[in-house]
């Protein structure tokens, strides 16, 4: 990523409105959809009236869940207790949509590709329901935190089969998982520390669904790793990972990579690992830094991510004011390549351009077709229903993609001549709609 | 073209705000339109139909369809459910079109004698056969052949706001098209509409012919779709509302295509699930006519049809010999009974012919695992043949005595139950049946992380009784257990009754059913009986699973749902049973279809209190 700064630290600066940039309607848009996957006219002007810096501190939260949002979620709280997949799946995508403070749901999205575990393995879908709760809870909070409540959770001990770790044979794959993937990525451990880490978690079960730590398998004996030694169990081991710049860089920068930009320069990685590690790990207040930031509000890092499905459907969804069906929804994002409680390997989703091909591009063009449908049948008889108040197409035009359309795409759509349901369409179905 | 007609009846119907909750024979209209009377049975409109329809209804008086108990409850319901509302603009512009107040002008138009019937298409130029859409003829025999023709051109007029509506000619005789969809002429009180032109003109033509024939005292022809003799006459105290008949032709997809993709399914010919197979095959698999009529009393509507009769190389699956009857035994908690004399071995036997070709995989596996289960024992020789050709499934509403095992989604429980040729030999087999079936899903469950079922054998009123007990870890919390608290199944032999459940609250009350004599009898080779008030019962007590679902479907808010749940219930509690029996008789089979209702009173006293 290159732009008009010349240093990593003058682009994790503060942006300042009218010296950077202009902090204007386009500037509003692109905080909504990385903080919130989108938001309305009104929430557009509501930020615009913030101030950068306020709109940040504002949206990169996560207060209390209360008022109507918390009379939506314990009324659909008899539905979790039925242990289906598709209802998770379908809450969960109603919790998206339906909390006014959605980067908590964001960030539970991150979280879970990156500690990304499969129903498909773990088989139980009440436990990967409680991983996401954990994701959700402690994940705006201390990566350390979220880290050492991860090792022992039962789905991911049963994704990567904690059970099978025992004393005289340990299992690696947590392990292993845990400093490559997890913590500090490839190139800053060594064979022999997954061997010692594994000892580390041996012993480190589930049973019934519980974290259980089992005495009799744990190695109790002395371990080397990653410079630590001594009889290590797990949290000494995560302790180790937390130490190190190169835990700080890996996972600051995949949020960076998430939220900002897919091609942070290495020492930006640098200094943003030099910010996560001295705040002691504080997610939320990293991510408020990444999304106050000069390189943030630039003009590269504007449209720069494709979308996941995800957050297409989401984005759409918030910015339009509808309500889809998110039972069925949630069928349809799996067919686009995200099923969620069910990422397709221990590395998550590979996100960015693979989540375009010719079949994942006509299943957007239909999840535009039908977010067409529900917009025109939801303005059809009054424009009132309309929560944001978009009052023409054009308006629409410029809250979807801040007033950028090439040619004169614009004017066409926005003449009349053509029928809402098709301009919708159109417009869900542009190639800028498929990106954030 | 046919959405449209049916649109504009419904929305005429619909647009009469006096007669939703009562209909009085009386009307205040302005305009001078005379009352109509029922048709006599010999000048039907059935006869000036076009010949060769695949289906044609005949309604002697749109009037008693209007008044008949289910017609009240029906426009009770559309007023409750606030389509009346959304029609008044419309009522307004009927209003002022036609100069006649749209409830009195519905009576006028279809408060009379009306004969509809359905033709098939002209072949499409893509496809052979008769693949293009179908045609549709309707008539209806209006008192004012003059008030007629001035509404029509009042309709028309209206219409030409909106439409493409242009005036034609058949010889000297006026029709209109409307949008190249709908066709439409009025001659000699006959109201005539139809979406294909020929057919149209050729059924003005014979009201001409009969209209003509009349004035020199010629009649017209018979009635294409009287009560045919093999239906039964209605029960005194019963009108009857309609009389139908129509090709089993009309079953074929190209006609279903508006149909949902699984009604499709159930509506073939071999049907590939083998329980839908199994209760519904016989009926499906023949070809020929149904007949068939309407009836109506003060409580219920009652349809009853002849079938053709199934082919004789499957009767023996479907339709074993001996006598229509059989026992089921049912709880005060019943919903529902399904009843079905089936020979199961000989379908089973015959399950290569019976069931398509696709599921003959599946069906292999099956024979394999009931195989395994029963300990080696052939299914078809030793299995389905220790069983008696009466097989009921008993649906119960469970009442989950232990509070510390209700879930929050209550499933009803579900009870196999059959009679057994020898009962003491094929006891043991029954048991170790359970057992490995239990184990099998222990097995799977361990798999998952979910809590097992624990074997126990306890004795109800003497009867031993084989059942399965979630246990639960002292871990699992309501996510983990889910909807597994709905299941506790179990087996028992009574007598020579076998009992397989789901539940076992369910089958110990079936046993003492059994015992207190209470069984209930049903005629007939298939039926099934809905006791709704249960239903409604067990719906009400999933209400807040049914308003978190609707707040996912259809992004309602808390109290949205909870308002929409509770006006559908309120709704569906006007409807006190659903019945429906199969006879086999000489000509073929009979079915009777019953719908209970509650007096429209009683939806909007329950309103009231609510």
């Not at chain 2, 509507?301 to 089921?328: I, K, R, Y």
């Not at chain 2, 170790?432 to 126990?456: H, K, T, Y």
Request: charge should be negative; aromatic fraction near 6%; include cysteine.
């Amino acid at each position: 990523m290159s732009a008009s700064w010349r240093t990593a630290e003058e682009a994790l600066a503060p942006f300042r409105p009218d010296i950077d940039g202009p902090w204007d309607a386009g500037s509003a848009s692109h905080l909504l959809r990385r903080t919130c996957f989108g938001g309305t006219r009104q929430e557009r002007d509501q930020v615009l009236r913030w101030g950068p810096g306020a709109a940040v501190n504002e949206l990169v939260a996560c207060p209390p869940i209360e008022g109507a949002y918390a009379s939506v979620l314990e009324a659909l709280s008899p539905l979790l207790s039925a242990g289906s997949l598709e209802l998770y799946r379908s809450v969960w995508l109603t919790r998206m949509l339906r909390d006014p403070r959605p980067m908590r749901e964001q960030l539970a999205l991150f979280w879970h590709g990156h500690f990304a575990t499969s129903v498909a393995k773990v088989r139980g879908p009440h436990l990967m329901a409680a991983q996401v709760d954990l994701l959700r809870t402690l994940g705006p909070g201390r990566f350390g935190v979220l880290l050492g409540a991860v090792a022992r959770d039962p789905a991911m001990i049963r994704w990567l089969d904690g059970n099978g770790n025992r004393a005289r044979h340990p299992n690696e794959n947590f392990a292993r998982e845990l400093l490559e993937l997890f913590c500090l990525g490839v190139g800053h451990y060594e064979e022999c520390d997954v061997r010692d880490a594994a000892r580390a978690f041996s012993g480190w079960h589930e049973q019934d669904g519980r974290f259980r730590f089992n005495a009799r398998e744990h190695d109790g004996s002395d371990k080397l790793v990653l410079g630590r030694s001594g009889p290590l169990d797990g949290d000494d081991v995560l302790a180790a990972c937390l130490e190190r710049p190169a835990c700080a860089e890996h996972v600051g920068g995949r949020l960076f990579r998430h939220f900002v930009h897919a091609a942070p320069s290495p020492e930006l990685v640098t200094l943003i690992g030099e910010h996560y590690l001295a705040s002691g790990y504080d997610t939320l207040a990293l991510l408020r830094e990444l999304f106050a930031s000069r390189a943030f509000f630039d003009a590269q890092a504007r449209r720069s991510l494709v979308s996941s499905p995800v957050a297409l459907a989401i984005g759409a969804a918030r910015t339009l004011g509808l309500r889809p069906d998110t039972s069925e929804l949630g069928t349809r994002l799996a067919d686009l390549g995200q099923a969620l409680y069910e990422p397709p390997s221990v590395k998550g989703w590979d996100g960015g351009l693979a989540w375009l091909n010719a079949a994942t591009l006509i299943g957007r063009m239909n999840l535009a077709a039908r977010f067409a449908t529900s917009f025109a049948a939801l303005r059809k008889p009054d424009p009132a229903p309309l929560r944001d108040g978009v009052a023409d197409l054009g308006a629409l035009i410029d809250l979807l993609f801040d007033g950028e359309l090439p040619g004169g795409l614009r004017d066409r759509l926005a003449s009349g001549d053509m029928p809402l349901t098709q301009a919708i369409h159109i417009l869900l179905s542009l190639p800028e709609a498929q990106l954030s | 073209m046919l959405r449209f007609l049916v649109w504009l009846l419904s929305a005429l119907w619909l647009a009469t705000p006096g007669v939703l909750v009562s209909a009085p024979a009386a009307t205040s209209a302005p305009a001078p339109l005379a009352a109509p009377r029922a048709a006599a049975s010999d000048d039907s409109l059935s006869g000036l139909l076009p010949e060769g329809a695949l289906a044609c209804v005949h309604v002697p008086s749109g009037l008693a369809v209007w008044d008949c108990p289910a017609g009240r409850s029906a426009r009770a319901l559309a007023e409750e459910s606030g389509l009346v509302r959304e029609l008044a603009p419309l009522r307004g512009a009927l209003r002022l079109a036609t100069g006649a107040d749209p409830e009195s002008l519905l009576r006028f138009l279809l408060g009379g004698e009306v004969a509809v019937a359905l033709y098939a298409g002209p072949p499409s130029r893509l496809a052979a056969g008769e693949s293009g859409p179908r045609a549709v003829v309707a008539l209806s025999r209006t008192e004012d052949a003059e008030g007629l023709q001035r509404t029509l051109g009042a309709l028309l007029a209206l219409a030409s706001n909106e439409h493409d509506v242009r005036h034609l000619l058949h010889k000297d005789l006026p029709y209109a098209r409307v949008d190249r969809k709908l066709f439409v002429a009025a001659h000699e009180g006959v109201l005539i509409a139809g979406n294909n032109d020929e057919l149209l003109t050729e059924a003005l033509e014979r009201v001409r012919q009969a209209a003509t024939a009349a004035t020199v005292g010629a009649r017209a022809s018979p009635a294409a779709a009287n009560v045919p003799s093999s239906v039964k006459e209605p029960p005194t105290g019963s009108a009857t509302l309609a009389t139908f008949s129509f090709d089993t032709a009309l079953l074929q997809a190209s006609t279903l295509r508006g149909v949902r993709q699984p009604g499709r399914k159930l509506l073939g010919r071999r049907l590939a699930n083998p329980l839908a197979n199994l209760l519904f095959g016989g009926l499906t698999l023949a070809e020929g006519r149904v007949d068939g009529a309407l009836t109506s009393n003060d409580n219920s509507l009652t349809l009853q049809a002849l079938l053709p009769p199934p082919p004789a190389d499957a009767a023996a699956a479907w339709f074993p010999p001996g006598v229509d009857s059989m026992v089921v035994p049912t709880t005060p908690q019943t919903i529902a009974v399904v009843s079905a004399r089936r020979d199961l071995a000989d379908w089973w036997r015959q399950r290569e012919v019976l069931m398509s070709e696709d599921s003959q995989p599946a069906l292999a596996k099956a024979d394999e695992n009931i195989a395994v289960l029963f300990a080696g024992l052939s299914p078809a020789e030793d299995v389905f043949a220790a069983v008696a050709p009466e097989l009921a499934l008993v649906v119960d509403r469970q009442l989950f005595a232990d509070a510390s095992l209700v879930p929050e989604v209550r499933l009803p429980g579900f009870c196999l139950v059959g009679r057994l040729v020898a009962a003491s030999e094929f006891s043991d087999s029954v048991s170790v049946a359970f057992q490995s079936m239990v184990s099998i899903v222990n097995m799977d469950r361990a798999r998952d992380g979910r809590a097992p079922f624990v074997l126990e054998v306890e004795e109800h009123e003497g009867v031993p009784m084989r059942l399965a007990r979630l246990a639960p870890r002292r871990t699992d919390g309501p996510a983990a257990l889910g909807t597994d608290p709905n299941w506790s199944p179990a087996a028992a032999i009574v007598d020579d009754w076998l009992l397989i459940g789901s539940s076992a609250e369910q089958v110990r009350r079936l046993i003492s059913s059994i015992h207190g004599g209470a069984p209930v009898e049903r005629d007939g080779t298939f039926g099934f009986d809905i006791d709704m008030p249960t239903a409604i019962e067990l719906a009400r007590e999933n209400r807040a699973g049914f308003v978190a679902q609707r707040m996912l479907e259809d992004g309602a808010d808390p109290d949205e749902a909870g308002s929409d749940i509770d006006k559908l219930l309120q709704l569906l509690s006007v409807l006190t049973k659903l019945r429906a029996d199969v006879r086999q008789i000489e000509d073929g089979l009979q079915l009777e279809l019953t719908l209970g209702f509650a007096p429209p009173a009683t939806l909007r006293t329950a309103e009231g209190d609510r």
